[in-house]
C-alpha cells in the first residue's frame, strides 16, 4: 500500500500453517523466484507470517493462462497460430534457460503454469512450488503426460524434463490436443509415454507436416 503497487498474494491455507515442513517448502519457492531476474518469470516483492498467515507477495501478472487459451481455441475450432506458439515457446524456453542456469528445476511445465500477458506481450512461467535444485533429493513429481518417461521409470528430473514437458506444451499449442490421444487413466498416460511414444503431429494437424 505505501508503495502503491498492485500486487498478487499467495497465501498458505491457514490451516497448513503449522505444517512447519510445508511452510519452509512455501517459503522455498519465494526464495527460489526471489533470487532470480527474468522477465518470464514472476517477481517476488515479500514473504511473511502474520500469526496463521503465511504469504508472499509477488508481481502481478494479468492476462490468461495457456491452459485456457487452449480451451478458448478449441470451443472456436481456431488453431493458435504458429508464429503465436513460436514466440510463446522461445520466451518459455527463455525463463528455463535461466532457472536451469542457477541450477533449478520446475518439473511442473504445463499449459496451466505458463500466463500470457498481453499488457506486456510476454508469456511467464509460474507455479516453481515444487522445483528442486540439481541432485536435491525429491519424491517424483508433477503432471501425468508432462514428467518425462525417465522420471516415471525412477531416474532423477533434470533439465531434459523440463525441456520434455516444454515440448509437450508446445504439442498441445499447436494440436488443441494431447500427444497421448484419447488416453484418460493415468496408467494410460504413463503407458504411451513409456512404451507407445506419442502420435505425431502431422497426422493430428496434417498442415503443420
Known amino acids: 500500500l505505501a508503495l502503491g503497487r498492485p500486487v498478487a498474494i499467495k497465501m498458505l491455507r491457514p490451516d497448513l500453517a503449522s505444517d512447519a515442513a510445508l511452510v519452509e517448502r512455501f517459503r522455498a519457492e519465494a526464495a527460489i523466484l526471489a533470487q532470480l531476474r527474468h522477465p518470464g518469470l514472476v517477481q517476488i516483492y515479500a514473504f511473511g507470517v502474520d500469526r496463521d498467515d503465511t504469504y508472499f507477495a509477488m508481481e502481478l501478472v494479468e492476462g490468461e493462462s495457456l491452459e485456457n487459451r487452449i480451451d478458448r481455441c478449441k470451443r472456436r475450432g481456431e488453431p493458435v497460430p504458429p508464429s503465436e506458439v513460436g514466440g510463446i515457446v522461445a520466451q518459455v524456453a527463455d525463463a528455463l534457460d535461466a532457472i536451469h542456469a542457477v541450477g533449478i528445476i520446475h518439473r511442473d511445465v504445463k499449459p496451466a503454469n505458463v500466463l500470457i500477458d498481453p499488457f506486456h506481450s510476454r508469456a511467464v512461467l509460474v507455479d516453481v512450488g515444487i522445483a528442486r535444485r540439481y541432485g536435491e533429493e525429491a519424491a517424483a513429481a508433477g503432471t501425468p503426460g508432462f514428467v518425462a518417461p525417465e522420471v516415471l521409470l525412477g531416474a532423477e528430473a533434470s533439465a531434459l524434463a523440463d525441456v520434455y514437458a516444454l515440448a509437450v506444451t508446445s504439442y498441445e499449442l499447436l494440436a488443441l490436443r494431447s500427444p497421448w490421444g484419447d488416453a484418460v487413466s493415468v496408467q494410460e498416460i ?20
Open 190 to 209: 504413463i503407458d504411451k509415454q513409456c512404451w507407445q511414444g506419442p502420435r505425431p503431429i502431422a497426422e493430428a494437424v496434417p498442415e503443420l507436416a
